[in-house]
């Protein structure tokens, strides 16, 4: 216990002199015009659209406060206008019509026009410049912009195009200053039009930005904003104890609960669209279907929840989560340990003469996230696999996914803010999907089709039905929706965002 209090001393030694460093000499926490959060992850780089980053969903929270994303979208998910004003298809779905907002400027000063949109939309439909999600943007050609108005032809209908433009990589960069100062200037000095300015960055330390004060919404309460990447929990909440931060998210559960029925701190914690699971790879063992479905059976999930996240969370089957597009609460995987035993023995496998598998994790990143894993390899053993725990940062994951060189088993938050089917189970599990781990063509053939279903309620369908083949198969093994936690000094009020984007423009004075 001496050792453990020395540590939290010190941490709330180092967080004190760090916010008096960053805060210019002001060491209070309750300074009326500037926030501190202890977030974490940090900022591989600045660019929103190209790179394994550009798809990390906790990230956005800061690209979103740089820049502007071409469709809004509120903290209950639903969309609104934000560099467009309007947007639609044509009657038969071949074409699409944009309105773009008059009087924006970028953080340089100058002028943001409907030529920053078109620009934008290109660069991100073009292969070569590495936007992850490039086989979205690329289904529409033929780019023009008359005033304030963008018309484009579509070469092959998608359903979520508008979607993604309010989600991961939709974020219209500035044209001009791009092409003038090329990506490497724009990582040293990046401009958008969004409600906060970069104004220092030190890689693996902070972030600190300014209020814009030609923005073109609504008035941020805070002059400043600083985000500290602290990406150990235990760091996270000596931050806010120690007042060296006003705002941390993602720590565990029963500190969420003892800082916030203490009376000191304040917090939320509610449903995000988020969602834990353990990516599947079609490698040996598991492209044995017993073990597969084994290891599905064998985790109790409710248990998890109860006993580590201290009821927090939702325990799903599919990913879907409640609330997503295609959620069905009809399709279930029970946990059954017997079950998992009697397949893993029609395979010649047993608690004496385990299957043997590595199992990917982060640690830190979600709550309790390495806790989980080893309640699941403990629950493994039982039936008669015997797993092994790599931990890796969040950043190695996207890095091993886009080789395709994850491990047999890796666990992962998985983020779909729009609540899509095709941005959950479609991504996820499509063979050709750069973010899929399973890759089988049975399971290629029957999402291919609906990837261009123009008959709503007929494409929907059709993910329930493969949603329901995966969970048949074991192609994937869904843990849990997660709740959000959220803690922050008496003073301040922070409105929950379902996106699970901490935003500083939801971060107000009370």
């Known amino acids: 216990m001496d050792t453990t ?3 939290l001393l010190k941490a709330a030694g180092a967080g004190l002199a760090i916010a008096s460093f960053l805060r210019g000499g002001l060491a209070q926490a309750a300074d009326s015009d500037t926030v501190t959060i202890a977030y974490n992850v940090n900022l591989p780089a600045f660019d929103p659209t190209v790179g394994p980053s550009a798809v990390n969903p906790t990230i956005q929270a800061i690209y979103r406060s740089v820049f502007d994303q071409y469709i809004g979208q509120k903290p209950d998910l639903s969309f609104e206008p934000g560099l467009l004003t309007e947007w639609g298809w044509n009657e038969d779905k071949t074409k699409i019509h944009m309105t773009v907002r008059d009087g924006v400027k970028w953080h340089d000063g100058s002028d943001f026009t409907a030529q920053d949109v078109v620009w934008s939309l ?3 439909g073009d292969a070569k410049t590495g936007n992850p999600i490039q086989f979205v943007w690329s289904t529409i050609g033929n780019i023009k912009a008359e005033g304030n108005t963008i018309t484009a032809d579509v070469k092959s209908y998608d359903p979520t195009l508008f979607k993604w433009m309010a989600f991961l990589t939709g974020y219209v960069m500035p044209k001009a200053y791009y092409e003038t100062v090329g990506a490497e200037g724009f990582e040293q000095k990046p401009i958008g039009t969004g409600p906060y300015m970069v104004d220092e960055f030190q890689s693996n330390g902070f972030l600190r930005l300014k209020r814009n004060p030609h923005y073109w919404g609504d008035k941020p309460a805070f002059e400043t904003v600083i985000f500290k990447f602290v990406t150990d929990p235990t760091s996270r909440v000596a931050e806010v104890e120690s007042g060296g931060s006003d705002v941390t998210l993602q720590i565990p559960y029963e500190e969420y609960d003892r800082l916030t029925k203490g009376g000191t701190f304040d917090g939320i914690c509610e449903p995000v669209s988020d969602i834990g699971m353990i990516f599947i790879n079609n490698v040996e063992p598991l492209l044995d279907r017993n073990v597969r479905l084994a290891a599905t059976h064998a985790v109790d999930k409710e248990a998890i929840i109860k006993r580590l996240l201290r009821g927090y ?11 997503y597009l295609a959620y069905d609460a009809a399709i279930t995987v029970p946990y059954n340990p017997d079950m998992a035993k009697k397949l893993l023995a029609d395979s010649g496998f047993s608690p004496d003469k385990p299957v043997k598998v590595t199992i990917q994790t982060t640690r830190g990143y979600m709550p309790k996230d390495y806790e989980m894993i080893q309640a699941i390899v403990g629950m493994w053993r039982k039936v008669g696999i015997e797993a092994n725990i790599e931990v890796y940062e969040i950043a ?3 890095e091993l996914r886009a080789a395709d060189q994850l491990a047999p088993f890796a666990f992962y938050n998985w983020g779909n803010a729009i609540g899509d089917p095709a941005t959950s189970t479609g991504f996820a599990m499509f063979g050709p999907s750069p973010h899929s781990v399973w890759n089988t063509d049975d399971l290629d053939g ?8 123009k008959d709503e309620d007929k494409r929907v369908a059709g993910w329930k039905a493969v949603d329901k083949y995966i969970a048949e198969e074991g192609y994937v093994l869904p843990l849990l929706q997660y709740s959000q936690p959220i803690v922050f000094r008496k003073g301040l009020k922070v409105a929950a965002n379902q996106s699970e984007a901490l935003q500083p423009t939801l971060i107000a004075k009370s």
């Open 5 to 7: 209090r020395r540590n």
């Open 122 to 124: 290109e660069r991100a």
């Open 313 to 323: 969370g939702t325990p799903i089957d599919t990913l879907e989560a409640p609330g």
């Open 396 to 398: 190695k994951h996207y």
């Open 446 to 453: 029957k999402i291919a089709p609906l990837w261009g279903e």
